[in-house]
């Protein structure tokens, strides 16, 4: 995380630098992303990056520490709640949210599938035990519908948490591709195939 130095800048300077490295990240993969070109661009000497932060890595880690703070609030605004809810009407309404999530921050989007196409070791050094792509929750909610008896208990819980990770994140590309409405109904088509697509194939 940042230095205190850091936050004890300016609002206007903060979110100019925040800026900078936002469009440098979302432009390049990890090991292209340059220090020295974000220093140039915000005009700081490259000194007052590392009073600011401890290395490249450090920055990435509060980028994406970002990037699933605003992720979030998208999840809290569109989500149902998980409790006592059909499972794949909380899928629904995940997918959803994030689809609205990376029309509404594409820069943000483009970083964050950067991040979970690139380079296995990064992800796992940048990310730690998190898991940005959704496995480990799509993991909880179908262990939670197995035991609820609303799901096939011969399902491989990890294998089909990863197939709805990928299915989710390829629908979503699909539609900031071929989507440029931003209301979020026009969404929900895709959504509805790829849901009866894993209905057939999970559900009881």
């Known amino acids: 995380m940042p230095k205190d130095t850091f936050f004890n800048l300016s609002d206007d300077k903060k979110n100019r630098i925040l800026s900078i490295v936002i469009d440098e990240f979302a432009c390049n993969d990890y090991k292209n992303v340059s220090i020295s070109r974000i220093v140039k661009d915000a005009s700081i000497a490259k000194g007052s990056f590392y009073q600011y932060f401890e290395d490249k890595k450090d920055l990435y880690q509060y980028l994406i520490h970002k990037i699933s703070e605003k992720k979030l609030e998208y999840l809290s605004r569109y989500m ?3 409790d006592g809810i059909d499972f794949f009407e909380f ?6 949210a994030s689809i609205v999530f990376s029309k509404d921050n594409p820069k943000f989007s483009k970083i964050a599938e950067r991040l979970i196409k690139g380079d ?3 992800k796992k050094d940048v990310l730690g035990q998190s898991e940005l792509d959704g496995v480990t929750l799509y993991e909880s909610l179908l262990k939670q519908g197995v035991q609820e008896g609303k799901l096939n208990k011969n399902i491989d819980i990890r294998i089909t948490a990863i197939m709805i990770a990928s299915m989710g994140s390829a629908v979503i590309e699909y539609v900031m591709n071929h989507n440029e ?3 979020y109904k026009t969404y929900v088509p895709y959504i509805d ?3 009866e ?5 999970i559900q009881v």
């Open 193 to 195: 195939q790829v849901i």
């Open 197 to 201: 697509v894993l209905k057939r194939g």
């Open 91 to 96: 899928l629904k309404s995940l997918l959803i």
């Open 80 to 82: 149902a709640q998980s």
């Open 181 to 183: 409405d931003g209301d």
């Open 120 to 122: 296995d070791a990064i």
